[in-house]
């Protein structure tokens, strides 16, 4: 990478993509005409309703989609001066091993291989030579993403371990490749209250830390108010209004924004009390 | 593991003993006179028959035949054959291996075939060499199996010559080691790739499924996000979790054939229990098709057996829960 022409240019670019599926004879405009820039070490929120294409997108960006069911995908996508629409699949495989991108998916138990050991799940993620031996390795990206005793967790299977940890383990093959920045596609969704709490932090700090660029998509404003410095919000492939996390949220321009803003506040204060401290 | 083990042997002797009172009971309900039925076509000397109604109490109630049934098959007796005029037990010891050695050469023949088809449709799904692998095996599972055994006997045996039509070894044969077990598999070859082309193709239609519905799974696309080639990925990550479907089918498919694959036998005069299930039939040789009903039922309850430890080994849910 050349210092000079890339450090003024954003991390990624995303200029009017378009993501098209076919679901049966219909044709859904699952992205439509999106423009998003994320920053190098920034951290960004994607929010909106189910349905509105927060996934597709962040699977669009990062070449995740089953080619089956698309039906059109166009647009520009630009990591780092590179254009990822017509990237060769060597040099796509390499992004995905080294410094590239990476993503953690909502529900973790689906997304890992219920018949192999965790431990040899994120070791086929490291990429390239590294320090001491693999297992080494592992057990460090196991504690880093805030898994306690790593070695007994390597030698578990997927569904031995509790949501909270499987999802660190999510997080742990994420970062496996030492990503420049991370998708994460609402990370807490499938945990309960405490468990959620701290995997957010574990996430603040490995942003903080790893001067990590990430990308949060949730339909749970809060999540993205507690990490994220600007906001994206959309509906229906669409991004309706961006900014500033606190100016998005405090004065929304978007009549659409403003009523999903209000309508989780309101959700949040009938709900339990999240703030109080997390039991480790 | 062990005690897993242990624990399903001992499921099997009840599962055993049903097997064969249902087998018994059916024969109980055939109308006709057993003696009769025993001897053939011959008239019975009352002596004969006085000893036959005593040996096997016929006299008795049908729970008493039964239970003298059992209390012989414990001493290792399963009947005398008069069709073949030897106990049923040296008929089946003589005929098994056969039966055995013919549908597990298939078998080993019939799963990488299979495997790899399916493998190939189900990862190339809905384009070219997916339709040509799918209607090729649609195509070949469709081929009824003696029709299809008739038909290699036609073409490589009548027309061409390379093997022969039918037995499973020449009457008389000198050839000793390595020359006899290339004379086994000339004989072996028809049968076997009958076999292997109709369980083969049955094979790759489960595996295309499977394989297909492992790839529409969450950790492939966790599995792509980490960068690993499409080989890799099925390797490592679609082989093993498509084959339960594979086992369970074809734990099926050899339990039942292990218990006498009757048409294949039959088309090809392979002197197994199938062959001999068909001639006791024909005889009304009771005492033989009950024996061969034990031995097949007997395979069914290990291969089974065979599959859950496999279906154990492949999963590790499987292995917490049991």
Same mark, same amino acid.
């Given at each position: 990478?050349?210092?000079?022409?890339?450090?003024?240019?954003?991390?990624?670019?995303?200029?009017?993509?378009?993501?098209?599926?076919?679901?049966?004879?219909?044709?859904?405009?699952?992205?439509?005409?999106?423009?998003?820039?994320?920053?190098?070490?920034?951290?960004?929120?994607?929010?909106?309703?189910?349905?509105?294409?927060?996934?597709?997108?962040?699977?669009?960006?990062?070449?995740?989609?089953?080619?089956?069911?698309?039906?059109?995908?166009?647009?520009?996508?630009?990591?780092?001066?590179?254009?990822?629409?017509?990237?060769?699949?060597?040099?796509?495989?390499?992004?995905?091993?080294?410094?590239?991108?990476?993503?953690?998916?909502?529900?973790?138990?689906?997304?890992?291989?219920?018949?192999?050991?965790?431990?040899?799940?994120?070791?086929?993620?490291?990429?390239?030579?590294?320090?001491?031996?693999?297992?080494?390795?592992?057990?460090?990206?196991?504690?880093?993403?805030?898994?306690?005793?790593?070695?007994?967790?390597?030698?578990?299977?997927?569904?031995?371990?509790?949501?909270?940890?499987?999802?660190?383990?999510?997080?742990?093959?994420?970062?496996?490749?030492?990503?420049?920045?991370?998708?994460?596609?609402?990370?807490?969704?499938?945990?309960?209250?405490?468990?959620?709490?701290?995997?957010?932090?574990?996430?603040?700090?490995?942003?903080?830390?790893?001067?990590?660029?990430?990308?949060?998509?949730?339909?749970?404003?809060?999540?993205?108010?507690?990490?994220?410095?600007?906001?994206?919000?959309?509906?229906?492939?669409?991004?309706?209004?961006?900014?500033?996390?606190?100016?998005?949220?405090?004065?929304?321009?978007?009549?659409?924004?403003?009523?999903?803003?209000?309508?989780?506040?309101?959700?949040?204060?009938?709900?339990?009390?999240?703030?109080?401290?997390?039991?480790? | 593991?062990?005690?897993?083990?242990?624990?399903?042997?001992?499921?099997?002797?009840?599962?055993?003993?049903?097997?064969?009172?249902?087998?018994?009971?059916?024969?109980?309900?055939?109308?006709?006179?057993?003696?009769?039925?025993?001897?053939?076509?011959?008239?019975?000397?009352?002596?004969?028959?006085?000893?036959?109604?005593?040996?096997?109490?016929?006299?008795?109630?049908?729970?008493?035949?039964?239970?003298?049934?059992?209390?012989?098959?414990?001493?290792?007796?399963?009947?005398?054959?008069?069709?073949?005029?030897?106990?049923?037990?040296?008929?089946?010891?003589?005929?098994?291996?056969?039966?055995?050695?013919?549908?597990?050469?298939?078998?080993?023949?019939?799963?990488?075939?299979?495997?790899?088809?399916?493998?190939?449709?189900?990862?190339?799904?809905?384009?070219?060499?997916?339709?040509?692998?799918?209607?090729?095996?649609? $195509?070949?599972?469709?081929?009824?199996?003696? *029709?299809? @055994?008739?038909? !290699?006997? /036609? +073409?490589? %045996? &009548?027309?061409?010559?390379?093997?022969?039509?039918?037995?499973?070894?020449?009457?008389?044969?000198?050839?000793?080691?390595?020359?006899?077990?290339?004379?086994?598999?000339?004989?072996?070859?028809?049968?076997?790739?009958?076999?292997?082309?109709?369980?083969?193709?049955?094979?790759?239609?489960?595996?295309?499924?499977?394989?297909?519905?492992?790839?529409?799974?969450?950790?492939?696309?966790?599995?792509?996000?980490?960068?690993?080639?499409?080989?890799?990925?099925?390797?490592?990550?679609?082989?093993?979790?498509?084959?339960?479907?594979?086992?369970?089918?074809?734990?099926?498919?050899?339990?039942?054939?292990?218990?006498?694959? $009757?048409?294949?036998?039959?088309?090809?005069? *392979?002197? @197994?229990?199938? !062959?001999? /299930? +068909?001639? %006791? &039939?024909?005889?009304?040789?009771?005492?033989?098709?009950?024996?061969?009903?034990?031995?097949?039922?007997?395979?069914?309850?290990?291969?089974?057996?065979?599959?859950?430890?496999?279906?154990?080994?492949?999963?590790?849910?499987?292995?917490?829960?049991?």
């Amino acid at each position: 990478m050349s210092a000079a022409s890339v450090e003024s240019a954003p991390l990624l670019s995303v200029r009017n993509l378009k993501v098209h599926l076919r679901v049966g004879e219909a044709i859904v405009r699952a992205v439509d005409g999106i423009d998003l820039s994320i920053e190098q070490g920034e951290s960004i929120g994607i929010v909106g309703e189910s349905g509105s294409g927060k996934s597709t997108l962040a699977r669009a960006i990062l070449k995740l989609l089953p080619n089956v069911e698309l039906a059109a995908c166009e647009g520009e996508v630009n990591f780092r001066g590179l254009d990822l629409a017509g990237i060769s699949d060597p040099a796509l495989r390499d992004l995905r091993r080294h410094h590239g991108f990476a993503m953690i998916f909502q529900d973790p138990l689906g997304y890992l291989n219920p018949t192999k050991r965790v431990g040899a799940q994120v070791a086929e993620a490291i990429g390239g030579k590294s320090f001491g031996s693999i297992g080494d390795r592992v057990q460090q990206l196991l504690a880093e993403a805030g898994l306690p005793s790593p070695a007994q967790i390597a030698r578990r299977f997927p569904h031995e371990l509790s949501g909270g940890m499987r999802q660190r383990v999510m997080i742990s093959i994420a970062l496996a490749s030492e990503p420049a920045l991370l998708f994460a596609d609402e990370p807490t969704t499938a945990l309960d209250a405490t468990l959620q709490l701290q995997v957010l932090e574990t996430l603040r700090r490995l942003h903080r830390d790893r001067q990590m660029a990430m990308a949060i998509i949730s339909h749970d404003l809060g999540v993205v108010a507690e990490l994220c410095n600007r906001v994206y919000v959309m509906r229906d492939g669409k991004v309706l209004e961006s900014g500033d996390t606190v100016e998005v949220f405090e004065s929304p321009k978007h009549p659409y924004a403003a009523q999903l803003i209000e309508l989780s506040t309101r959700h949040r204060r009938h709900a339990a009390p999240v703030g109080s401290k997390a039991v480790p | 593991m062990l005690r897993f083990i242990l624990f399903r042997l001992l499921h099997a002797i009840p599962l055993l003993i049903a097997v064969i009172f249902v087998v018994l009971l059916m024969l109980q309900l055939i109308p006709g006179d057993p003696v009769q039925a025993m001897v053939g076509d011959f008239p019975v000397s009352p002596e004969f028959r006085a000893a036959i109604t005593k040996q096997y109490h016929l006299d008795a109630s049908f729970p008493v035949r039964v239970y003298s049934y059992f209390v012989n098959l414990l001493h290792g007796d399963f009947g005398y054959s008069y069709q073949f005029q030897r106990p049923v037990l040296d008929l089946i010891v003589e005929t098994a291996p056969r039966t055995i050695l013919l549908t597990s050469v298939g078998f080993l023949i019939a799963i990488p075939v299979g495997v790899l088809i399916g493998i190939i449709s189900g990862t190339t799904r809905n384009k070219r060499v997916d339709h040509f692998w799918t209607s090729l095996a649609l $195509v070949a599972y469709g081929i009824p199996i003696f *029709w299809l @055994g008739q038909l !290699l006997v /036609l +073409v490589l %045996a &009548v027309h061409l010559g390379w093997f022969p039509t039918q037995g499973m070894g020449p009457l008389v044969s000198h050839a000793h080691g390595f020359a006899w077990l290339r004379e086994r598999a000339h004989y072996l070859a028809l049968p076997a790739l009958a076999f292997a082309v109709h369980e083969g193709t049955r094979f790759a239609r489960i595996m295309r499924a499977s394989v297909a519905d492992t790839l529409g799974q969450g950790y492939i696309i966790t599995a792509r996000a980490k960068g690993l080639t499409r080989w890799a990925i099925i390797r490592k990550h679609v082989l093993r979790n498509s084959c339960l479907p594979l086992i369970s089918v074809a734990g099926y498919v050899l339990g039942s054939a292990l218990g006498g694959a $009757v048409l294949l036998e039959t088309v090809f005069t *392979w002197p @197994g229990l199938g !062959l001999l /299930l +068909v001639q %006791a &039939v024909r005889m009304r040789d009771n005492m033989t098709v009950v024996g061969i009903a034990i031995f097949a039922a007997l395979a069914v309850i290990v291969i089974n057996l065979v599959v859950d430890l496999l279906y154990a080994a492949i999963d590790p849910r499987i292995r917490g829960s049991s």
